[in-house]
């Protein structure tokens, strides 16, 4: 358990760290955002000047223009600033959002492929996003508002300096102080059980709605639980009525310390100028009626701080995952996209591979050996978790082996064009026309090359329903239309075939469809490829009669190499599974 100065250390480099990004990726807005504030909050010590010149003036019975003059543009210059800083910091969050967004892009279109597959990487990235979305726009306002308030908090402690004596201004800046620490550690304590407060408050309400709920008393009544659920309610409620009392009354006790400690500094200060108004020309009965107004303010304005300091504060948590994930951008990401050049990438020869996951010590892959020819159709099945998906991704150059080596002809780097059709395949809520470039998206449109290959996948008749290419497609825009789980499947097979790869992946694109419908699917899917080379992989093996070459996988291993009729021969696993099978497809 981490301890409490070290958790508050850890909050506030979250800050610091967030905020140096803040003005490294938007300097002169958010330069002019953090010091027009600043520079507003300062001159309240100029009105304070400008109060004392009028009631020394009014006291000697000499009332002048200028000094209220003064006072009126000083606060015209203050709401002048308001609305600036208002304006700026609205452009400062458009900026940083747009920022970190794309930084966060970035970071998610480089990432190792082997962290996608963390779930601590993948939590913290959805959380950096959040912050991003929702929590950034609060944060750079709590900002804001704190540094405006603590300028104007400085202005107290410089307009007591004027008075000359030393202990005037050490008095007013150790009550600032310590009423302003008083008042944050109260209000990050009470936020702190708010939150404490508000899953108790959850699990209160599933309960109180449990117990109400019909069918739930209906089995509660049987199993003679009523009196459980509800006594573990009552204690709930208890237990949150407790912590909200303990928090108020701590907040009130901390009141009457913070009111004790104003109360005293104020009778302090003034006894002591009272006392000192003939011995210098700096206390005036100006001076001590505008400092007073002022320490009398100093407690509305810290409780006004203490509210935005709080709350970024608590934000600093949200902030630890931002940080976190934008050091990604520093590591060196190695490459893991094939290299979609021309030149060929058959034959691939695979050799002795063996590959297991970062943070494991068991291998998924053990002694993988294989050679992808040109225009041969290959199948890798097993049944689920057999290594065949991992197998691909290494074969896609997404994941590198733990040890082995993958030659894609003569490179030992990814390298050539390939195609993917994955199970679940993307929808992209884009127009017909977008979905099928997104294949070869490098080059131009070619609407000839996309009639063919929607006839080939059989989408004609929807490009006819549809009434062209420019049609949106999904639910995202007005006038969109929606396709069936299967035009979705054909459309990812028709980009995959735009994309002229010598080598097309299909990663179990029917799993959900019925074994009969798979066959004349695969049937189709191999007239389709029949000029370049394919690997279909599946743990349904209807289909594999009509390919070229089945590897058989089984616990992370290629156990049985052949055509059908040869691993229908050897009896061993393949035959099994087969036998097991073959009634899906009378």
Request: proline fraction near 2%; include cysteine.
């Amino acid at each position: 358990m981490r301890k409490e100065g070290f958790v508050l250390k850890s909050d506030i480099s979250n800050i610091v760290m967030i905020l140096v990004r803040m003005v490294r990726k938007s300097p002169v807005i958010s330069t002019i955002t953090i010091i027009v504030p600043i520079i507003s909050g300062l001159l309240t010590f100029y009105s304070y000047a400008v109060q004392v010149n009028i009631i020394n003036g009014v006291a000697r019975g000499v009332i002048t223009l200028l000094p209220i003059l003064w006072f009126v543009v000083i606060h015209g210059v203050q709401a002048c600033s308001l609305s600036i800083t208002n304006l700026m910091k609205n452009r400062m969050n458009a900026e940083l959002t747009l920022a970190f967004q794309s930084e966060l892009i970035d970071i998610a279109n480089r990432v190792d492929f082997e962290d996608f597959d963390d779930e601590e990487f993948g939590n913290k990235l959805q959380r950096a996003k959040k912050v991003v979305g929702e929590d950034l726009e609060g944060i750079t306002g709590f900002l804001v508002s704190s540094v405006g308030i603590i300028s104007g908090l400085l202005s107290i402690i410089w307009l007591s300096a004027t008075s000359g004596y030393l202990l005037v201004t050490f008095v007013v800046t150790i009550m600032i102080v310590t009423t302003l620490s008083i008042r944050l550690f109260t209000e990050i304590k009470v936020r702190r059980t708010g939150r404490e407060l508000t899953f108790d408050g959850r699990m209160g309400d599933y309960l109180a709605n449990t117990l109400e709920d019909p069918n739930a008393i209906r089995e509660m009544r049987i199993y003679n639980s009523i009196s459980y659920f509800t006594n573990l309610w009552a204690m709930i409620m208890k237990k949150q009525h407790n912590k909200r009392f303990s928090a108020r009354k701590f907040e009130i006790k901390t009141g009457m310390v913070v009111a004790m400690v104003q109360t005293s500094a104020i009778f302090i200060v003034l006894v002591y100028l009272l006392s000192r108004m003939g011995e210098s020309n700096t206390v005036t009965v100006g001076t001590i009626s505008v400092l007073f107004l002022a320490l009398l303010s100093s407690g509305g304005k810290i409780m006004s701080l203490t509210w935005p300091l709080s709350k970024l504060y608590i934000s600093s948590s949200k902030l630890y995952d931002l940080n976190e994930v934008l050091t990604y951008k520093n590591r060196d990401f190695r490459k893991n996209d094939i290299n979609n050049s021309t030149d060929s990438m058959l034959p691939i020869t695979v050799s002795n591979v063996y590959f297991k996951y970062a943070k494991s010590n068991k291998n998924v892959l053990s002694n993988i050996n294989m050679t992808i020819k040109p225009g041969e159709k290959i199948a890798i099945v097993g049944e689920n978790g057999a290594g065949k998906s991992t197998l691909i991704k290494i074969l896609l150059g997404q994941y590198r082996p733990s040890s082995g080596t993958i030659c894609w002809k003569d490179h030992l780097e990814p390298h050539g064009k390939v195609s993917v059709v994955f199970q679940n395949a993307v929808k992209f809520e884009l127009t017909l026309r977008e979905n099928i470039l997104l294949g070869d998206a490098n080059t131009p449109s070619d609407d000839a090359k996309i009639l063919r290959v929607l006839e080939q996948c059989e989408l004609i008749d929807l490009l006819h329903e549809l009434g062209g290419l420019d049609v949106n497609l999904g639910q995202l825009v007005v006038g969109s239309r929606q396709l069936s789980g299967g035009q979705w499947q054909k459309l990812a097979i028709a980009r995959a075939l735009y994309n002229d790869a010598e080598l097309i992946v299909f990663d179990e694109p029917t799993s959900a469809i019925d074994p009969n419908a798979e066959m004349e699917i695969y049937t189709k899917l191999l007239e389709i490829c029949q000029d370049k080379a394919a690997i279909f992989i599946s743990h349904r093996l209807g289909w594999a009669k009509n390919v070229d070459t089945i590897y058989v996988m089984n616990n992370g291993g290629i156990a049985e190499v052949g055509n059908h009729q040869d691993l229908v021969h050897h009896k061993g696993i393949y035959s099994n599974m087969y036998a097991l099978q073959s009634s899906w497809y009378k």
